[in-house]
């Protein structure tokens, strides 16, 4: 645990891209993520966003600085330690919600629970089944993944995201394949973790409204956070 | 690894398709392999029984032959450093000596043999050249003199006894056991008596109590068995006149040093199976490799359908993999899930190759094969060593698990952010 509420800190964060010449992306990236605390990135494309998110997952090892992780430093890390990290303190939202076709609703929900192994299957299925009454999904828990509409598979990414009890989640643009709707529905439901559930969010976004009622929107320029 | 090994059952289940058509490759080879082996070593132990079974490890007899050396070469040998030195000598034409074809002081030597541990059993043998007179005719045969009962413990003479029984043989007294087309030649059955000439002119009347047939036209023909006391009778030779004594080792491969080792200490000539049936060993040898190379070269390319299939997976299952990652799969992980697929599909293959290679072992076993060649033998042989099913799971784990191993690395490479901001 960190003593200083921050559930992740980064310190002075570059990478570049060497190929076919070396490009900065990311030049001395700093911020904070307190405890509970719903934050948005934004920034024109090609800012380095979406790359500092993937480097913040933990997925991407390839940067300078220093990344803190709930008080532990991921310098040096090795990749099942990390798997781990991601494993038990990352819940992750992607634009092009990302289930496993091969698997049914449920389990999907249920994968990274098992593979924690903190508690037991048949616990972890119950708490699956609550994770997705809660987003209103449990009709379909039995369903084939790819059975379910665009904002539905939302939902179920969401519920998977929260199934290990996360510190942090991470979206990288999780509104941008949905319609206005179903955007409205996922902010509110991000909304409801953060206050409700006390748990931090760090989410990349292009979608300024979507910013503009997060806590705190870091505004990214050229590989630098500008605001 | 139960997670893991349940994620790899759902991959699978996924492309059933092509899983199935990777473990019958796994299965036709694994069949392929235990059937061809059992049936190449069974045929091979019935043609090396053929010969083996009857031959003796060692055999001592004494051969008929010039002497070696000749009296005036020693005379010219002590003349050495003399002033009679060593010259060359023109004696031409040497014959045999003119002896016995026994073995001398054979009874000491079989005490010898019997009481050295490395032998198995020691029979005596009296080969003697007689003629059977049927009619006008006279029929040139060979009576092996033999101790009935060693050689049905030792050499399974009873196998190759078609008709009668060897105890009356062993008991009875005159008795023969005439070989097939001996027989045939003579007309003679069971119950009836031929008449035999030896070559000293003795004559006597047996009775034919067997028929005896060995598998090979020519050797029926002329060869015959008697009690060797029988023998020693028709001869007016006394009990320890023997011909031939037979080793049986405990251990074969013993044989060509005992042999070497037999004839000097008992001045005889000793020939070993080895030397006497060399081209056996040799082609058992031969089929042999071609089955087990066969079997590998088809084991080897199911293990390649396995790679194939597994790497058309891998790339369709990207997104699974990258997602797996993300939620906190590690690349060992992964490999994992991909090396276990790639198990489940040899081990499910290699099982019903197994049962399928028993099936076709047992429907070969069944079919009929009769020739006159060999009495013994109804249906094909087959061997059914347990070895030959242990190599071929063996191989089949190592195929699959290598064959596996390639696309499962590259799957544990698989970089998460890649995939996922690519999309």
């Known amino acids: 645990m960190s003593t200083s509420g921050n559930i992740l800190e980064v310190r002075n964060v570059s990478k570049s891209f060497h190929d076919p010449v070396t490009v900065p992306v990311l030049k001395g990236v700093s911020l904070d993520v307190k405890r509970g605390e719903f934050v948005s990135i934004t920034g024109k494309s090609g800012c380095g966003k979406s790359t500092l998110l993937y480097i913040l997952s933990t997925m991407d090892t390839d940067y300078e600085g220093d990344l803190v992780i709930d008080g532990e430093s991921t310098q040096g890390l090795t990749g099942a330690r990390l798997a781990e990290i991601r494993n038990e303190k990352i819940g992750f939202v992607f634009q092009f919600h990302y289930l496993l076709t091969e698997f049914s609703v449920l389990k999907n929900v249920m994968l990274p629970g098992l593979k924690l192994g903190r508690s037991s299957a048949p616990e972890v299925e119950a708490r699956a089944m609550e994770l997705l009454r809660d987003l209103d999904m449990q009709d379909h828990a039995l369903k084939g993944a790819n059975q379910l509409s665009g904002g539905q598979k939302q939902r179920v990414a969401i519920a998977r995201a929260l199934i290990n009890d996360p510190a942090i989640i991470m979206g990288d643009e999780p509104t941008g394949n949905l319609d206005s709707k179903n955007s409205a529905v996922v902010f509110d439901i991000f909304r409801k973790i953060a206050s409700e559930h006390k748990r931090s969010l760090l989410v990349v976004t292009h979608d300024n409204d979507f910013a503009g009622r997060t806590d705190r929107n870091i505004l990214m320029d050229d590989g630098r956070v500008v605001g | ?423």
């Open chain 2, 1 to 423: 690894m139960r997670l893991l090994l349940s994620i790899s059952l759902t991959l699978l289940r996924a492309k059933l398709k092509q899983s199935i058509v990777a473990a019958v490759g796994v299965t036709f080879s694994i069949t392929m392999f235990v059937t061809l082996l059992g049936f190449m070593n069974g045929l091979n132990d019935m043609l090396d029984g053929l010969i083996l079974n009857r031959t003796p490890h060692v055999r001592l007899y004494n051969e008929l032959k010039a002497s070696p050396k000749q009296p005036i070469e020693s005379w010219y040998e002590q003349g050495v450093g003399t002033d009679f030195p060593p010259t060359h000598h023109f004696v031409r034409s040497v014959k045999p000596k003119d002896e016995l074809p026994r073995l001398r002081n054979g009874s000491a030597i079989m005490k010898a043999l019997e009481n050295d541990p490395r032998v198995l059993a020691v029979s005596p043998r009296l080969v003697a050249q007689v003629f059977f007179n049927v009619g006008t005719v006279d029929l040139n045969g060979q009576v092996n003199g033999i101790d009935v009962l060693q050689e049905v413990q030792y050499y399974q003479f009873s196998d190759y006894l078609v008709e009668g029984d060897p105890q009356d043989l062993a008991s009875g007294n005159n008795t023969i056991v005439l070989g097939k087309g001996l027989a045939d030649m003579m007309e003679a059955g069971i119950g009836e008596t031929v008449q035999v000439t030896t070559a000293s002119g003795e004559r006597s009347m047996l009775r034919v109590v067997g028929i005896y047939q060995s598998g090979i036209a020519d050797y029926d023909k002329v060869q015959c068995y008697a009690n060797i006391k029988n023998v020693q009778k028709l001869m007016s030779r006394p009990s320890s006149y023997y011909t031939d004594i037979n080793v049986k080792m405990h251990d074969l491969l013993e044989a060509p040093a005992a042999a070497k080792e037999f004839a000097g200490r008992f001045g005889v000539d000793a020939l070993d199976i080895q030397t006497a049936n060399a081209q056996f060993e040799t082609g058992s040898d031969v089929r042999s490799i071609i089955s087990y190379a066969v079997g590998i070269v088809l084991l080897i390319v199911a293990g390649f359908g396995i790679y194939n299939i597994l790497n058309m997976m891998i790339y369709e299952k990207l997104d699974a993999i990258a997602i797996l990652k993300a939620t906190g799969f590690s690349g060992g992980d992964v490999r994992r899930i991909f090396l276990l697929l790639s198990m489940i599909i040899g081990v499910c293959g290699g099982i019903a190759g197994l049962l399928f290679g028993f099936a076709l072992q047992n429907l070969i076993d069944n079919v009929p094969f009769v020739t006159a060649a060999l009495p013994t033998v109804t249906t094909f042989p087959i061997d059914y060593n347990p070895k030959y099913y242990i190599i071929a799971v063996t191989f089949a784990l190592l195929t699959t698990w290598v064959s596996g191993w390639f696309p499962a690395r590259k799957a544990s490479k698989v970089d998460p952010v890649e995939i996922i901001r690519g999309k």
